[in-house]
């Protein structure tokens, strides 16, 4: 077996024991609940909607607009299934972290 073969190898195997992580597991269970959320997803259309619409409103306005995209904003993140989805993320980011600096 080459060298080139032998890395491919570990490779594989590191993802393989990554993705049987239990931590993984969760991260992909949360991402999975959050993006299939009705509420969640409705709450980031209408603040993105929003977002979309601040050019052509006049300062008043786009005041009123940015307060209510905010709202829907803080109304998303404050959702408990979306602050364990960002805490097991965080946890997951860290996890890996030794390998980003190894490259």
């Not at 259309?45 to 306005?61: A, R, T, V």
């Amino acid at each position: 077996m080459t060298e080139k073969e032998e890395l491919e190898k570990d490779t594989d195997k590191l993802i393989e024991d990554f993705r049987n992580l239990d931590l993984y597991k969760r991260y992909i269970a949360l991402k999975k609940a959050v993006k299939e959320d009705k509420h969640l997803q409705d709450l980031r259309k209408n603040e993105e909607d929003i977002k979309k619409s601040l050019k052509y409103l006049k300062n008043k306005e786009k005041q009123d607009a940015i307060s209510k995209a905010k709202a829907y904003l803080d109304e998303y993140n404050s959702s408990e299934l979306v602050t364990n989805y960002n805490a097991v993320k965080n946890e997951l980011l860290q996890l890996l972290k030794p390998l980003d600096s190894i490259l």
